[in-house]
């Protein structure tokens, strides 16, 4: 498989998740605002540093407030990682090996870019906002069914899915990091009676609610859910189900110890987290040297597959299997 | 509302020679049944048909690309449901005619490259070949696998008034169009599938497996499975659908010049997640000048730098050759016949359009005084590019092209406008006559293979003789029937 093509199939999989999951981004901040007694004010300005797009955002805006931030993340094109410049990289990478994928895919993705071109608006009022993101999370998980129940599992598809579960990983714990934000002392008087409902409001914008209630059978508390999202085997949103099948999916592709090492060295760091103290400090800290070590993942990746494309690079990295 | 019937016997052919019609009212033998089934259709049904026709073009995603239209690059195929017919007996004729053409071209080409025969006997003027672009020196003394350049040619025929087939213009640098063909045929078969039940339409399904066994008979390592690639300039390139459609068929990669790379052992490899991997056939659909930044244009990001050298060491094929196109000029084109004569001692079996070249004194004083009468077409453009139709340019436009003729006699040649054949083309609710041409393809390894009729292109706008896509184009299954076995009614 051509280096070229197999990095277009990587970032196809990592811009549909990014779309998918930043519209559950936006769902679990909408949600937490709604569920937090008045008097507490967390309002929208953090979401665009958990995005990773803080700079950006900087460059074209003075206010951080709703009508910013939400269209921003969204719709903006001058922010790579909006849902439209997500979906519309999605595309690109798609147009060069579409002959790759089941057909329904590329038409699936055509779809969904000019569902949120044409009626990304609607999503700037709170009252359509929420059904909006659902839509965009439904048709997404659309096209995972498509290439899931149509792909062969070839070469072409373990890039697909290296690029997908390193993005979703990546962006549980950004999503986790919108709750960490908005956390004011656990102990505070006047939150305690809405901590619970915000961890579920979290869970349930990750689509987790259920099958964490089937797994912990206990009331609802932070440091499970934080367990839970990061360190469960078998749901798979979590980081650590994530980083098990980039062990396996790596397995199956050539000279991947490397690669390998890198996500056993991440997992032991994820599986070693204490949340009764990281909730109290460090949550933030935490997340953010998981987000790290996946990007080193990346360049990993980056060095040993898809290097090859680039001009100029020497060659002898790159051993003659003819 | 349409009345097909009313509309296939109200039918005009005017004075041009029709594909389907002997005479108005009148239809060919070979579109009798398909012209009695069309008439038989309701208004209805026609129109459940084109509206098929259009959402088959979608789901099947065929698609060209269109430089200005900036965030839709791909556009929708545009093609007419009604085939134009071509009996087999007639189609015979023409495909030894196309088959003997590009043989005299490939020895021709051989001959330029090599000892120059041609020239020294007298056939073909020095001072043709010193002037010509796309005389390539680097490939001076080369002689490709089997001694063949053009492996896939692309050929324009066109039909008079009296209905003779000409050979407009021959294609042997990067023809493109073969996967529309396809595609239109695999449209029709969708949309009007009774009628392949009751006539003997020739299939047209075997080119990819074809061009995958001509591009194979040439690799260097003939005992191995052949790695072959598709060399393409990338999707903005205006025939990037066909490039994928085929290297998908053939099952081959689809490469981008920074796919490949060029070692010191002079073989190409390309990177791939394994590793590098040695490549031995490129069919490469990047013009000439761009495939090797080291031999040819040096800021050319499209090739692969060392491609030259691999191929002047053998190491890998390249086809079409780097150099192929110095035949297809449209000045070396009116030579023909006579390199035909040269080369295989016959006369040529499909003639050239009448032609004035402009290089000649004489000739050209006839051009210049007959301008608005003639097609003026500079030697080298290709898509209907940089060409005067003088009937219908103003005057302006007749003055620069003789500034232009006069400043490059070389680069310009010259044509009557020819009274192109038509065919009945659906247009809105009505059946109209519209001109079309046909571009075979012949493909030339130790055997020659031609296409089962070629690629129909029709001039959608009244009048217009000008079939390119990229200038409001459209394009027609073509069928060559069978009237050598008429019990073949059924199948």
Redesign the interface.
Known sequence: MLSRVAEHIYWFGRYTERAENTARLLKVNTTLLLDLPPKITFGWGHLPRIAGCQEAFDEHHEQADENNVVHFLILDERNPSSILSSLRSARENMRTTRDLMPREVWEQVNRLYYRVREQGQQAMSRQRRHEFLDQIILDANMISGLLFGGMSNDQAFRFLHIGIDIERADMTTRIIDVRSESLLPEQSEDIMPFLNIQWMSMLRSLTAYQMYRRHIRRRVNGPDVLRFLLQNTEFPRAVVFCLNRLNSTLLQLPHSEPCINQVIQLRTHVAGGEFHQLIEQGLSEFLDQIQLELNTLHSCLHKHYFAVEEQGESQSQFSRSD | MVDMKKELANYNCNAFYDELFAASGQPRPSAQKLLDFIGAMSADDLQDRTTAVDLAIKVM?ISFTVYSEGDMIDRAWPFDLLPRIIPRSEWDAIDLGLKQRVTALNLFIQDLYNDQKVIKDGVFPAELLSESVNFRKQCIGVTPPLGIWAHICGSDLVRDAEGTVYVLEDNLRVPSGVSYMLENRQVTKRVLPEIFEHMNIMPVDDYPSQLYDTLAALSPRPQDEPNIVLLTP??FNSAYFEH?YL??QMGI????G??L?V?DDDCV??????????VDVIYRRVDDLFIDPEAFNPKS?LGAAGLMRAWTKGNVALANAPGAGVADDKVVYTYVPQLIKYYLDEDARLPNVPSYLCMDNKQREHVLANIDQLVVKPANESGGYGMLVGPKSTRAEQDKFRELIKANPRNYMAQPTLALSTTPTVIGNQVKPRHVDLRPFILSRDIQYTTMGGLTRVALVEGSLVVNSSQGGGSKDTWIVDDLHQDGGTR
């Open positions: 995603g990338g999707i994928a290297a998908q990669e689809l490469v981008q920074s796919d790379a070692l490899y390309m990177r791939t997640v394994e590793g590098l991997q040695r990001v």
